[in-house]
């Protein structure tokens, strides 16, 4: 059965590669399995249809016959564990994998979407420069952390995992704001995930679409 997503109908990332539509569709491409791509307005977003998919009225989902998921997160854990080549077989190694998939999302996005609020959002905000260091200076704390885990290793636990699909997803979104560069085992890592065919298909594809909506 061909899984269906749903992705900006245009990005605000201006075909950067940057929503969490990508994380989905490299995934799919890491394990082989076609898909189909269903865009999405902001107001549509906001609206029953949509809401009956994912009750926070964002993208991306997931369909698979019976099955709607939300959460970039989940859907990843759902294809890696469906199919092979992006969770180890062994239980153990399995399980830690996953762990990394947690940290991707729970410890080390966080802070850095607090940042992209930070510099979207709350720009004219009187406390706007007080508060960006400390904020930046949590996501240094992390990527120090992470770095340090790393080490001279190609990816975190072994062969590349669902854990390292998303982890170079979210440092992906540092890319601008130049504090990956303070780290470069950690900018290696990332080009190193940029550079598999998967990514590059997953890639491409997000940005025919995006071209698409701004030529046609
Ligand atoms: N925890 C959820 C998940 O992991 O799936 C978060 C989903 C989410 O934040 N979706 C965003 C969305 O639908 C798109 S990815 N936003 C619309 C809304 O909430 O109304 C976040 C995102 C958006 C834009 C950029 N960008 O332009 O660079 C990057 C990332």
Same mark, same amino acid.
């Given at each position: 059965m061909i899984p269906t997503i749903t992705v900006f109908e245009r990005s605000p990332d201006g075909g950067r590669g940057l929503a969490r539509d990508m994380r989905v569709r490299w995934a799919l491409e890491e394990v082989g399995q076609p898909y189909e791509v269903r865009p999405v307005s902001f107001k549509a977003m906001k609206e029953g249809a949509h809401l009956a998919l994912h009750p926070f009225g964002q993208i991306p989902t997931y &369909? @698979?016959? #019976?099955? $709607?998921?939300? &959460?970039?997160?989940?859907?990843?854990? !759902?294809? =890696? @564990? /469906? !199919? $092979?080549?992006?969770?180890? #077989? #062994? $239980?153990? *190694?399995? =399980? /830690? $994998?996953?762990?990394?998939?947690?940290? *991707?999302?729970?410890?080390?996005?966080?802070?850095?979407?607090? /940042? &992209?609020? *930070?510099?979207?959002? @709350? /720009? #004219?905000?009187s406390w706007h420069a007080q508060r960006l260091p400390l904020v930046e200076g949590r996501i240094r704390h992390r990527l120090g952390e992470l770095s340090a885990r790393l080490g001279d290793a190609d990816w975190l636990d072994g062969a590349f995992s669902a854990g390292d699909l998303l982890m170079v997803s979210v440092l992906l979104r540092l890319k601008r704001s130049g504090l990956l560069e303070e780290y470069p085992n950690l900018v290696a890592y990332v080009a190193r995930g940029e550079a598999r065919p998967a990514y590059r298909r997953a890639f491409a594809a997000q940005l025919a679409l995006f071209t698409a909506g701004s030529t046609g």
């Open positions: &369909e @698979e016959g #019976d099955l $709607a998921l939300f &959460e970039s997160g989940a859907i990843v854990l !759902h294809i =890696a @564990e /469906r !199919h $092979a080549g992006l969770l180890p #077989d #062994d $239980a153990t *190694a399995r =399980a /830690r $994998a996953i762990t990394w998939m947690f940290a *991707a999302v729970t410890t080390m996005e966080p802070p850095i979407v607090e /940042r &992209e609020i *930070a510099v979207l959002l @709350e /720009r #004219d905000e």
